[in-house]
Nanobody
Framework: QVQLVESGGGLVQAGGSLNLSCAAS????????MGWYRQAPGMQRELVAN???????YYVDDVKGRFAISRDNAKNTVYLEMNSLKPEDTAVFYC????????????????WGQGTQVTVSS
């Protein structure tokens, strides 16, 4: 019933920029946090950035000053602006939403987007 559709990945040279977006739809009562993970080849999936309902952001250290996360609560959409991209940013990026599907839900659960490939060449 809940779907997260993400877009914006692609191939870019080092120093370039990409903008990702992720829209949640379906049976959603409320969303707490939304954000982005990345998984590089041979590496574990790591949290890149997230933002809770009040707008407070978190960034992993190596993207601070380069990436900016934002969200539009009315559209249930989260964005990631990525600047000064480096080859080590190459990964599949997955968005997520921490949400309740109805007022009867007992717990918040994580839902995931399908992933979008970001490739940075050097």
């Amino acid at each position: 019933q809940v779907q997260l559709v993400e877009s914006g990945g692609g191939l870019v040279q080092a120093g370039g920029s990409l903008n990702l977006s992720c829209a949640a739809s379906g049976s959603i009562f409320s969303i707490n946090g939304m954000g982005w993970y990345r998984q590089a080849p041979g590496m574990q999936r790591e949290l890149v950035a997230n933002i809770i309902h009040d707008g407070s952001p978190y960034y992993v250290d190596d993207v601070k000053g380069r990436f900016a996360i934002s969200r539009d609560n009315a559209k249930n959409t989260v964005y990631l602006e990525m600047n000064s991209l480096k080859p080590e940013d190459t990964a599949v990026f997955y968005c997520y939403a921490d949400l309740l599907v109805s007022s009867d839900s007992l717990n918040y659960d994580y839902y995931w987007g399908q992933g979008t490939q970001v490739t940075v060449s050097s």
